[in-house]
């Protein structure tokens, strides 16, 4: 998914960039996602790299696991 996204190939994602993509995707929760990459940006450089990116995603399975035990 992050290379599907990362139109410029530079390895790291705007959020315009990950709107765009979830958008392009057809991803329903774009909006509930876009916000969880914002909170994924640890750095505060505005752009999401893949570690934070694997971080996020990792997070969310985790957290949607939880959900449905």
């Known amino acids: 998914?992050?290379?599907?996204?990362?139109?410029n190939g530079d390895g790291s994602l705007?959020?315009?960039e990950i709107d765009a993509g979830l958008r392009e995707l057809n991803i329903?929760?774009?909006a509930e996602l876009l916000e969880n990459m914002r909170?994924?940006?640890t750095d505060g450089s505005?752009?999401?790299d893949?570690?934070?990116f694997l971080a996020a995603t990792m997070?969310?399975?985790l957290y949607m696991n939880e959900r449905y035990l």
Do not use: P
């Not at 998914?1 to 139109?7: E, R, S, T, V």
């Open 1 to 7: 998914m992050f290379l599907a996204i990362d139109k």
């Open 14 to 16: 705007t959020f315009e």
């Open 28 to 30: 329903e929760n774009r």
């Open 39 to 41: 909170a994924a940006d």
């Open 46 to 48: 505005g752009e999401i």
């Open 50 to 52: 893949y570690t934070e």
């Open 59 to 61: 997070d969310q399975k």
